[in-house]
């Protein structure tokens, strides 16, 4: 078990990190970002073993899946029940990116979907991404490509 | 070359907030349980509530009484006026329907409908109670209020510890006062309590402590990694800041939570 501890200990921050900056890429919410990461880590420590060898693709994984499952029960949420919702007190002035975003990765099949959330929310290189997922780097283009054509259809990025 | 930092623009520009070793030791023993449910869960599922070591039999105390001081030294009783519990069930491996406000599901295999989940920090709202001073230390309830529109179940004890008014944590996290918890469903708007009972820094002599002022409570609601921060009234409190071992033990307690008034 001590072993276990030093190894989740030494990767923490990093994986914190990354399931941090793609769940924020999503929703916008540091609050929310701030719960998916912490549920990210329960759940990676809870099956370390299992995961230690890819726990950085993993946590990208994992929190994208939650981030996106979050904006659907919000929706759903959101269409039975209006009235009771505050308003948010500053406006997330990307919130049209994140949602093409959102809905973009969500339109992927799993594979393609791991791809995308790796190369753009958390920027990892072709190379990266094939090596984390054990991916051929032409895998990893064509999926890149296909998600590419997806977001481009969905995202208009800014300058 | 497209792809990688084209989303940058979608940062938060101040990142994760910092995490102290609590926090870290936090999500440890909760992904520690989760192991736990989940091989526990193959074999069967009520035993999931057995994990956080909960032992039945016992009647469970309302929201208003008082909370054990006995391991804080101080030279005045700290048990002072003692509210009889108001609410007192038997607390048997199956949680009671008549714990919550809301009545729980059908333990059978009959359809399940829309089963309450745990609530979430994003949809509680958590105040401070009243409170009774009793001298050297201070007991207080520590509500939290469904303030989704869903029911929500909440089971176990709150994660405390005292901020400085600049955020920094002061003294130690409060310790689990053990006692039997049983699950409590909140309805939208309802409320469950549980009791904190401090132990003022002016009860210790000055080689033991070094007191500090906090002006905030740090809660995580059971099973949460996102912590609420709620005011503490007046100019705060006077707690040590540094406690040496094994001279009195822990200086902040917590108990299960219950409903409130119910």
Redesign the interface.
């Known amino acids: 078990m001590a072993r276990v501890?030093a190894a989740?200990?030494a990767a923490?921050d990093d994986l914190?990190?990354l399931a941090?900056?793609a769940a924020?890429?999503l929703l916008?919410s540091?609050?929310?970002?701030?719960?998916i990461?912490?549920?990210t880590?329960?759940?990676?420590?809870?099956?370390?073993r299992r995961i230690e060898g890819h726990a950085q693709p993993w946590s990208v994984t994992v929190a994208t899946n939650l981030a996106l499952d979050r904006t659907r029960r919000a929706q759903v949420?959101r269409s039975?029940?209006r009235a009771?919702v505050q308003p948010d007190t500053t406006p997330d002035p990307?919130i049209e990116?994140?949602l093409d975003?959102q809905a973009a990765l969500r339109s992927l099949p799993r594979r393609q979907r791991e791809v995308v959330a790796l190369?753009?929310?958390a920027?990892?290189?072709?190379r990266e991404t094939a090596d984390a997922l054990g991916l051929e780097i032409g895998t990893v283009k064509s999926h890149?490509a296909r998600g590419?054509a997806r977001l481009r259809t969905l995202v208009a990025?800014?300058a | 070359m497209p792809g990688t930092d084209q989303f940058r623009y979608l940062d938060d520009p101040a990142g994760p907030a910092a995490l102290g070793p609590e926090d870290r030791a936090r999500i440890r023993a909760l992904g520690r349980r989760r192991r736990r449910q989940r091989q526990a869960a193959v074999a069967l599922p009520v035993l999931g509530l057995a994990a956080a070591g909960v032992v039945g039999a016992l009647a469970l105390p309302g929201g208003g009484g008082p909370v054990r001081l006995t391991q804080i030294p101080s030279a005045t009783s700290s048990t002072a006026s003692t509210p009889a519990p108001t609410t007192s069930a038997p607390a048997p491996t199956v949680p009671s329907p008549s714990v919550g406000t809301a009545s729980l599901p059908p333990p059978s295999n009959a359809p399940v409908q829309s089963a309450p989940t745990a609530c979430r920090s994003s949809g509680l709202h958590v105040s401070l109670g009243p409170s009774q001073g009793t001298a050297g230390s201070i007991v207080t309830e520590l509500h939290f209020t469904n303030a989704g529109t869903a029911p929500c179940t909440l089971f176990g004890y709150p994660g405390v510890s005292f901020l400085s008014a600049a955020g920094s944590q002061v003294g130690a996290p409060a310790a689990r006062d053990e006692r039997p918890a049983a699950t409590v469903t909140l309805a939208p708007g309802a409320t469950a309590s549980t009791n904190m009972a401090v132990a003022e820094a002016g009860n210790y002599p000055p080689s033991f402590c070094t007191p500090q002022t906090a002006t905030q409570l740090r809660v995580f609601p059971p099973g949460e990694t996102v912590a609420t921060t709620v005011a503490l009234p007046g100019s705060g409190v006077q707690i040590c800041s540094t406690q040496s071992q094994g001279a009195g033990g822990q200086q902040t307690h917590v108990t299960p939570l219950t409903p409130l008034g119910g």
Do not use: M, N, V
């Open positions: 501890d989740f200990d923490f914190r990190a941090y900056r924020y890429r916008g540091a609050a929310d970002a701030e719960e990461a912490g549920e880590l329960i759940r990676a420590y809870a099956q370390w949420a039975h029940q009771l990307h990116q994140r975003l190369r753009y929310l920027d990892w290189s072709e890149t590419l990025p800014e």
